[in-house]
């Protein structure tokens, strides 16, 4: 079985070295420019679109694009896994735009570079069968595991509505705190540190990735709406203190 996957930017680099070690990875980038990357061999659109399995490493807004690009030029029984940070979206895309039939499962691997520097292992990974065999899923699954990987099973809808309220509030809040511009400090307690590591790990990925979870996700304008609201609830109970002080002066 040969596995190929499109997208090597940051993400899709590190995620073909992964799974080089496991099966044999060919890797395929739109933009021209040189890559050197473990493992991977780079091969041409026509050659990405003949393997038997391709991961989409692309972003969110990217992926229509990229499907309807692909979609009359793989096999009937290719199976295609997204790897998009979202799920109700790709998992939408992927069923309408790709041929009946084709074998599809929906994937969120929930770390990177950065949050897997120490490995892969209890690192979690959303799967979804969208459309595929009992056996391909059954494969998956046991690689992914073989891999140290924690295989959470969760529907796109769930996914999405958990996701906004954990990973969408831990990169709002990342860009929201690099808006500060913080800096390391000697005073910096635990807690601040933690803090500026949100910020080195969520600024660390592209800023389109911030975009496309606030974008896509369908939930993530009720999670900013509530973070407003908590925020404002903070700052009217720090305004009425500073009134009772004045009052009691």
Request: charged share 25%; hydrophobic share 40%.
């Amino acid at each position: 079985m040969k596995v190929g996957v499109y997208g090597l930017g940051r993400f899709g680099a590190f995620w073909a070295t992964q799974l080089s070690k496991k099966v044999e990875v060919v890797g395929y980038n739109r933009s021209k420019r040189d890559l050197i990357i473990d493992g991977v061999k780079l091969v041409d659109f026509d050659s990405l679109c003949s393997c038997d399995v391709i991961f989409l490493c692309v972003s969110i807004s990217s992926l229509q694009e990229v499907l309807n690009s692909i979609k009359d030029h793989i096999s009937d029984d290719t199976l295609v896994i997204d790897t998009c940070s979202v799920k109700v979206y790709p998992a939408q895309l992927m069923s309408e735009i790709l041929h009946k039939g084709q074998p599809l499962i929906a994937t969120h691997p929930m770390f990177g570079p950065d949050s897997a520097k120490e490995g892969l292992r209890g690192l979690p990974l959303v799967f979804h069968p969208l459309r595929c065999s009992v056996d391909q899923k059954e494969y998956w699954i046991t690689l992914f595991k073989e891999m140290e990987i924690d295989v959470i099973e969760m529907s796109p809808q769930e996914h999405d509505k958990e996701a906004a309220y954990s990973q969408g509030v831990t990169h709002f809040v990342g860009r929201m705190l690099d808006e500060l511009h913080l800096k390391p400090t000697k005073l910096a307690t635990v807690g601040y540190k933690r803090l500026m590591s949100i910020v080195e790990q969520t600024c660390n990925d592209p800023l389109q990735l911030f975009y496309d979870l606030q974008r896509y996700n369908p939930y993530a304008h009720y999670m900013r709406s509530e973070l407003k609201e908590a925020s404002d609830k903070i700052l009217t109970r720090l305004k009425i203190e500073e009134v009772k002080k004045m009052e009691d002066a």
